[in-house]
């Protein structure tokens, strides 16, 4: 139900507007009060005299007469259109978007030059022309038409990701006959048939195209992968050596046929492919990992540690290679024996490192060399601050030395709060003892 | 002086003169992982750019006397002779000054490099230990001028203020040196010296450019300018004249300072295996 008040004063204030010539606010009112009541007779009729086109006027005058046929005015409208209407435009002949031959208006394929003219889209599968950049059904991009193989390999590569390996399948034959001597078109064919996993088709199209391209390392490279992974190692070998010997720059080749040679147990030409491998890419992460593998099968612990460490630090934290690391790392690193890291060596190594700022400002403080004018005071805080740093390097780094083991049991320093009772009075106590040897009062 | 000292004169100059031209700005290495933020690196910046700014700039602005700024904060500053003789602050001005800079740039290109090789060394050391080896070597690195003074060897008689950070942070240079030694760092140049319309100005131009450099070139080019640099304010002050107040043996001894201090705070890990793999190959 409409309020009969409002469309009366829409239609009062449209009817104004547009006696007042403003044409844009009498459309906005007069298409209200049409919107509230439709079958307004007089809101129809004076929306035809704001509306732009010839054809919204004559939709109005209709609606005019659909109301009251008797309509006088309407009518005289309709005939006015119908004298001064403009000529409908020609109907655009249908021509091929590649040849621009004449194509009948239902055909699939050009006539003069076989070029498709419809294909399924990739988003929704209605079969639209090609000369669509996008989809009207869905909206899919489709690219460009007039790029030849290149529109076809988008559109191959759309359909793969979307599951419709037959399209695709066609759409990369499309794009290879298109240009059966591009050589980024032949790999990217041959890599759309890997990816489908036809294998069968991408080792021939790779081979198609070592023969158009045999100086090109890329082909060799990937054909050497794809028989790595059938498990044809002499096969992948010959192949990748190729592609090292095209492009020695390659370091995915070059650490792929490292690979090959560390399966093989030929280590020393394994060694050199992979340096030459970090040498061309220096942050090829699994390229380290594999050097460091074949410099400890060489008896080459240190070079194998420095390349874990480089693997590990290119790797990202968790990744598998980090991992990988992590695991050999701590295999060629046992604990240190406890002797060591918890004896009396390593604790005067700490003492004395905490005990560096405090014998340094009593000896800067004397003034003298040889320093035998320490004050007495600064005598005895040193003598503080030997105490406090051994309690201070217990707490922290020798925990389980042979004193705290006596004093805490065999586990030493163990619990946060056993370290709390002799670090806090340690670092107190160096604190206070630098203080004193620095005050000279 | 003879030819010879000329001569060597002549080359140390030039030396000098061609390594100042450029400073090595250290922008990545290949060390992208931390263990945890750096808080002492943070924290010692933090302090060194407050205190800049509270004794350069509020200070010097409340007593818009230059003279007297320098008095009142002459104090805090190291001069050797007054730490021999037991006047004022002693071994805590050591301390004091290498938390003063003279000027922005002073301070900017120290917090530079402090940012870039402390953060990478506290990852390994952790923040207390770092913080303790940046002080040694703040120490040790004064150590120089003031056994110096001891020894009566000083021309000017020690009465030279000495203050900046530079020396620490050269020996938190050579310590990350020595723990990797094989890192590459990427370095922008930065020249110093850009002649405009055939003046040359002391406007410092970095160029947009990543020169992957061993970390070794740090070092030697710090040390041979350090050397250079020094020799010649030593010959300069024989013949009664200051060539420069940059304390160039404090900064060789802060590379001295962080090279032997570190051993005393690595942990037993990194001394261990270093050895082990070394007896192994």
Redesign the interface.
């Given at each position: 139900m409409h309020d009969t008040a409002q469309v009366t004063g829409l239609l009062q204030h449209g009817i104004a507007a547009a006696r007042a010539g403003r044409k844009e606010e009498a459309r906005q009112y007069l298409l209200q009060a049409t919107d509230l009541d439709e079958r307004n007779e007089q809101a129809w009729l004076w929306l035809s005299g704001v509306v732009e086109s010839f054809e919204d006027r004559r939709v109005c005058l209709e609606n005019v007469l659909a109301i009251n046929p008797a309509n006088p005015h309407a009518r005289q409208g309709l005939r006015w259109l119908e004298e001064h209407a403009p000529p409908p435009a020609p109907v655009a002949e249908e021509r091929c978007p590649r040849c621009q031959s004449p194509v009948p208006s239902s055909g699939a394929v050009c006539p003069q030059c076989d070029q498709l003219l419809i294909v399924a889209c990739p988003g929704c599968g209605e079969y639209i022309e090609v000369e669509h950049p996008v989809c009207p059904e869905c909206g899919c991009l489709l690219g460009d038409f007039r790029d030849g193989a290149h529109y076809h390999l988008g559109l191959a590569r759309a359909y793969l990701e979307r599951e419709r390996f037959t399209l695709a399948q066609e759409a990369g034959d499309r794009a290879e006959a298109e240009a059966p001597d591009d050589p980024e078109v032949l790999e990217a064919v041959a890599a759309l048939h890997e990816r489908m996993g036809h294998t069968d088709l991408a080792v021939l199209t790779y081979q198609r195209a070592i023969e158009r391209h045999p100086e090109s390392a890329i082909y060799y490279a990937r054909l050497g992968a794809i028989y790595h992974r059938r498990a044809m190692p002499d096969d992948a070998r010959a192949m990748y050596e190729q592609a090292v010997r095209l492009d020695s720059n390659d370091s995915a080749a070059l650490f792929a046929l490292a690979q090959l040679y560390a399966e093989a147990g030929v280590l020393s030409g394994a060694c050199r492919l992979l340096e030459r491998a970090v040498e061309v890419d220096?942050?090829h992460a699994e390229a380290h990992l594999l050097l460091s593998d074949v410099y400890m099968r060489l008896g080459?612990?240190?070079?194998a540690?420095?390349q874990y460490e480089?693997a590990g630090?290119?790797s990202k934290?968790g990744s598998a290679v980090g991992r990988e690391v992590q695991r050999r790392l701590t295999k060629l690193?046992p604990g240190?024996s406890e002797q060591?890291?918890q004896g009396w060596g390593?604790t005067f190594?700490?003492v004395?490192?905490?005990m560096?700022?405090p014998v340094?400002?009593?000896w800067?403080?004397a003034?003298?060399?040889p320093p035998w004018e320490i004050r007495p005071a600064a005598l005895g805080a040193l003598a503080v601050a030997f105490l406090a740093s051994y309690l201070w390097a217990c707490a922290?780094?020798v925990p389980r030395n042979d004193i705290m083991r006596a004093i805490f049991g065999k586990a030493g320093l163990e619990r946060l709060w056993q370290k709390a009772l002799v670090g806090v009075p340690g670092v107190a106590l160096w604190g206070a003892a630098l203080g004193v040897?620095?005050?000279?009062g | 002086m003879s030819e010879f000292e000329a001569l060597m004169i002549y080359l140390a100059w030039g030396v000098d003169f061609l390594l100042s031209l450029v400073f090595l700005l250290p922008v990545k290495d290949d060390r992208g992982r931390h263990r945890s933020f750096p808080y002492m690196t943070v924290g010692i910046i933090v302090l060194n750019t407050l205190i800049f700014v509270l004794v350069n700039i509020v200070l010097f602005l409340q007593i818009d006397d230059p003279e007297v700024w320098l008095e009142q904060v002459k104090p805090f500053l190291l001069v050797p002779a007054d730490v021999v003789e037991g006047k004022g602050l002693g071994a805590l001005s050591v301390i004091t000054s290498a938390f003063l800079h003279a000027d922005l740039s002073h301070l900017v290109y120290n917090m530079l490099f402090l940012f870039f090789f402390g953060r990478k060394l506290e990852d390994v050391l952790g923040p207390t230990k770092f913080g303790l080896l940046y002080l040694a070597c703040a120490f040790v690195s004064s150590l120089g001028s003031i056994v110096q003074e001891m020894l009566k060897l000083s021309v000017t008689q020690g009465t030279v203020p000495e203050l900046g950070a530079s020396g620490a942070i050269m020996g938190i240079v050579a310590a990350y040196l020595f723990l990797f030694p094989g890192q590459r760092i990427r370095t922008m140049p930065v020249l110093f010296w850009v002649v405009l319309l055939g003046i040359p100005l002391p406007i410092p131009l970095p160029i947009p450019v990543m020169i992957p450099m061993p970390a070794w070139v740090f070092i030697l080019h710090s040390v041979l300018k350090d050397i250079a640099h020094g020799w010649l304010q030593t010959k300069a002050q024989e013949y009664g004249f200051v060539y420069s107040l940059t304390g160039s043996f404090a900064h060789l001894g802060g590379i001295i300072a962080g090279l032997t201090c570190l051993y005393f705070f690595l942990p037993a890990e990194i001394l261990h295996y270093r050895h082990r793999v070394g007896e192994e190959t």
């Open positions: 220096p942050e080459k612990s240190k070079q540690v420095q480089r630090a290119l934290p690193r240190i060591h890291a390593e190594r700490r004395t490192g905490l560096l700022l340094l400002a009593a800067v403080n003034g003298v060399i922290t780094d040897i620095m005050w000279r | -």
